[in-house]
C-alpha cells in the first residue's frame, strides 16, 4: 500500500541535480552561492524541493561530502606499500578538482562561518581515513598513528591548500620511510 503525502526525501535524480550544481557553484563561487534560491535557479528544481531538503549553505556542503566518500582500498599487508599508495592518491586528489578545489571552498566558508569548521574536519578526516587505516592494520598504536599521519599528510595539505604549489609528493614519500622506521622500531 502506498502512503499518501510527498515522499521522505527528494528522488535520487533530483538530489543529483542539485548536488551537482551546487559542486560547480561551490567550486566556481564559493559557498555563499549555494543558497535555496540560487540552487532553485541554476537546476529549475521546485523551490520548496530545495528549500526542504537544503535549507542552507552548511546542509548543501553536509549533503556534499555524505556523497563523496572516497573510496576504500584494503591494506595489502605491506604498510609501506600501502602508505606511499596512499600518498599518491591524496597528492592526486589534492590536485585535482573537485577534492582540492572542496577543501580550499570548505576552509574558506569556514572563515565565516565557524560551524562549517566542522564539515572541514569531516572532510579531511575522510580524506585521511586511509593511512590511519593501514596504520592500524599494521598494529601501529593510536598515538603513534596520529602522529605518523600528522607527519606524512600536513605538509601535502599546506603545500596544496596555503601555498598553492604542487603537494611534495617526493618529500611525503620520503616522510612515509621515516616515520615507519620510527614507528616500527619504537
Not at 3 to 11: E, I, S
Not at 25 to 32: H, I, K, V
Not at 164 to 172: H, I, L, V, Y
Not at 175 to 186: G, H, K
Amino acid at each position: 500500500m502506498t502512503r499518501p503525502g510527498r515522499p521522505a526525501g527528494p528522488t535520487d535524480d533530483t538530489t543529483t541535480t542539485v548536488l551537482t550544481a551546487a559542486l560547480e557553484l561551490l567550486l566556481t563561487e564559493g559557498a555563499a552561492a549555494l543558497t535555496p534560491q540560487r540552487l532553485h535557479t541554476v537546476t529549475g528544481v521546485s523551490r520548496s524541493t530545495v528549500y526542504r531538503h537544503w535549507p542552507t549553505p552548511y546542509a548543501v556542503l553536509a549533503a556534499l561530502i555524505d556523497v563523496a566518500p572516497l573510496p576504500s582500498q584494503e591494506p595489502t599487508g605491506d604498510v609501506a606499500a600501502d602508505l606511499h599508495r596512499e600518498v599518491d592518491l591524496l597528492c592526486n586528489r589534492l590536485r585535482d578538482k573537485p577534492v582540492g578545489g572542496f577543501l580550499q571552498a570548505l576552509i574558506a566558508a569556514a572563515s565565516i562561518d565557524p560551524a562549517t569548521a566542522e564539515l572541514r574536519r569531516r572532510y579531511v578526516a575522510d580524506l585521511l581515513a586511509p593511512f590511519h587505516h593501514a596504520l592500524r592494520a599494521a598494529g601501529i598504536g593510536r598515538r603513534d598513528r596520529e602522529d605518523a599521519v600528522a607527519a606524512i599528510a600536513a605538509p601535502l595539505l599546506v603545500d596544496a591548500l596555503l601555498l598553492d604549489r604542487p603537494a611534495g609528493r617526493t618529500r611525503a614519500h620520503r616522510t612515509v620511510d621515516e616515520v615507519l622506521a620510527r614507528v616500527v622500531r619504537a
